[in-house]
């Protein structure tokens, strides 16, 4: 009986890994920044998003590094959330 219960407790247990929280960070590259607030507006509109737990923001090179969680955020929805502020971006590799 005992191992009957653990043969139906195990795909639980992994099953369970999909809804287990997990934090990624991604760099970005991210385009129009001219001045020196758009890095601001960038990681404001970055930080606003759910799941994103940091953003920083570098004007010189133009990327953007964003930890957040991959179960309440993706890259799809961060970009998605720049291009809305004016700042088209795109996964670096
Ligand atoms: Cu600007």
């Known amino acids: 009986m005992k191992k009957l219960m653990a043969l139906i407790m195990l795909p639980m247990i992994f099953g369970t890994s999909s809804l287990v929280a997990e934090i990624r960070t991604v760099s970005l590259k991210v385009d129009n920044m001219t ?54 971006s795109a996964l670096m590799e």
Do not use: N
């Open 35 to 88: 001045c020196a607030a758009c890095p601001y507006i960038v990681k404001k509109s970055l930080l606003s998003l759910e799941g994103v737990s940091q953003a920083s923001v570098d004007y010189d090179q133009k990327t953007a590094t964003v930890t957040f969680d991959d179960d309440k955020s993706s890259v799809a929805k961060l970009t998605a959330s720049k291009a809305k502020a004016g700042y088209p």
